[in-house]
């Protein structure tokens, strides 16, 4: 009983704080949490809409798809389909995850409306170093990829960064980013090919 | 009369103390880490500096309300939880209000939980002193390491850039130092205007 009471005496006040603190921030997150879901669902649209010009609108088409990147954990992501105003598939987008040379790295990918190229690739969140690692958000790695056959990729340190194949060559200081994103090329295409083959969007 | 004359001068040092003679960044070098890592332009080092000044207004005022009643062992404890509570509530209404400027800063918001001026003032000003005090104090530091960070990062952004705020400053003939907004820039700029502050200091005294 004497325990008791001494561990009460001792952190009465850890354990009221806590409470308070927890339910201020409870409120703070419940009060902008839709705020901030509308904000990635914007950005997210805005990066799709840069890499399918054609788009009207966006809708899910497979939903939480499993993959499994080459490190960490499997995650799930939507597939979205690309329409165009006269409500044809022009492409589909999908987010992408994997590890980056800081931390995670998070992309929007594009693909044509019969999944055989890709339209390219955005950067959604990344915190690759500034300056180096950063500069996979810069076009000469999304340049390489307008148009490439949506297939394994192969990333190379020297080579001809005009030329549209599966060779993609690294950005100077950035090896180890370029390589997280051409892995994480590698590791969703096959597996979005085949449930969209799957639901009967492609062949 | 001569206790409330002495009362304002208390206060009136207190506030100055964080500008010059005990300015968290050139006096007592902390916050070094966003100090470095975003100043590369002056509306991030703002945003982070107003984050500062939101955290540790709020910090102050609830250790300086809680201080009669804190434990010695278990204060590093409850200012660790004050901070990073109000710490979590700006990240989420900088994700909220100003996204792009939330990802501008990256993880730098959240490390505000570790940044040693938060707690020195906690520990050092207010678990010793009243509200009023904790609140002053709380401003005077949170604007000096704002005023820092802003006058660091004007000087790397005019440099890097030829612009302050993305208005064009420098004339067109001006060749951009590319390396002012690589961390190296951070490096140099901060060295040289901590040796400015130690040579006027210096003068001063």
């Known amino acids: 009983m004497l325990k008791i009471k001494h561990f009460i005496e001792q952190s009465w006040l850890l354990i009221v704080s806590s409470f308070c603190f927890?339910?201020?921030?409870?409120?703070?997150?419940?009060?902008?949490?839709p705020r901030i879901e509308q904000?990635?669902?914007?950005?997210?649209?805005?990066?799709?809409?840069?890499?399918?010009?054609?788009?009207?609108?966006?809708?899910?088409a497979v939903e939480g798809v499993e993959v499994r990147a080459k490190k960490g954990r499997p995650t799930k992501t939507d597939i979205y389909k690309a329409v165009d105003s006269e409500g044809k598939s022009v492409g589909f987008a999908f987010i992408a995850v994997g590890s980056g040379f800081a931390d995670k790295i998070k992309l929007v990918i594009a693909v044509d409306g019969r999944c055989e190229k890709f339209f390219g690739f955005k950067v959604l969140a990344s915190n690759e170093t500034v300056g180096f690692g950063d500069k996979i958000k810069?076009?000469?790695?999304?340049?390489?990829?307008?148009?490439?056959?949506?297939?394994?990729l192969e990333l190379v340190n020297t080579g001809d960064d005009k030329k549209i194949d599966s060779e993609i060559v690294a950005i100077s200081g950035a090896t180890v980013s370029s390589k997280a994103v051409v892995d994480i090329f590698n590791a969703y295409i096959e597996k979005i090919r085949e449930h969209l083959q799957t639901k009967g969007f492609v062949e | 009369m001569a206790s409330e004359t002495s009362n304002t001068s208390v206060l009136g040092q207190t506030f100055v103390a964080g500008l010059w003679d005990e300015n968290p960044v050139f006096r007592l070098l902390l916050g070094m880490c966003p100090t470095l890592a975003v100043t590369a332009?002056?509306?991030?080092?703002?945003?982070?500096?107003?984050?500062v000044i939101f955290v540790l207004l709020c910090s102050n005022?609830?250790?300086?309300?809680?201080?009669?009643?804190?434990?010695?062992?278990?204060?590093?404890?409850?200012?660790?939880?004050?901070?990073?509570?109000?710490?979590?509530?700006?990240?989420?209404?900088?994700?909220?209000?100003?996204?792009?400027?939330?990802?501008?800063?990256?993880?730098y918001v959240p490390l505000i939980i570790v940044n040693c001026i938060i707690i020195c003032r906690a520990e050092a000003c207010a678990s010793k002193n009243g509200l009023v005090v904790s609140v002053i104090d709380g401003i005077g530091m949170g604007l000096g390491f704002t005023i820092t960070l802003c006058v660091l990062a004007g000087v790397r952004e005019l440099l890097a850039t030829g612009k302050i705020?993305?208005?064009?400053?420098?004339?067109?003939?001006?060749?951009?130092?590319?390396?002012?907004?690589?961390?190296?820039?951070?490096?140099?700029?901060?060295g040289l205007l901590l040796a400015l502050v130690n040579a006027v200091s210096k003068r001063k005294s």
């Open chain 1, 22 to 33: 927890g339910l201020l921030i409870a409120i703070a997150s419940a009060a902008w949490s």
């Open chain 1, 39 to 60: 904000n990635e669902r914007d950005k997210r649209n805005k990066l799709m809409k840069e890499l399918i010009t054609d788009a009207n609108s966006f809708e899910v």
């Open chain 1, 138 to 152: 810069e076009d000469y790695l999304g340049n390489q990829l307008k148009g490439v056959p949506a297939g394994e």
């Open chain 2, 41 to 51: 332009a002056v509306k991030p080092a703002l945003t982070m500096g107003c984050s």
């Open chain 2, 61 to 107: 005022i609830v250790v300086s309300l809680m201080r009669n009643l804190l434990k010695p062992h278990l204060r590093i404890l409850m200012f660790t939880l004050t901070i990073a509570t109000f710490v979590t509530i700006c990240d989420l209404f900088l994700k909220a209000f100003m996204p792009e400027m939330s990802e501008t800063l990256g993880p």
């Open chain 2, 165 to 190: 705020f993305e208005l064009q400053v420098m004339p067109d003939s001006f060749v951009p130092w590319a390396a002012m907004s690589m961390p190296v820039g951070a490096f140099i700029t901060l």
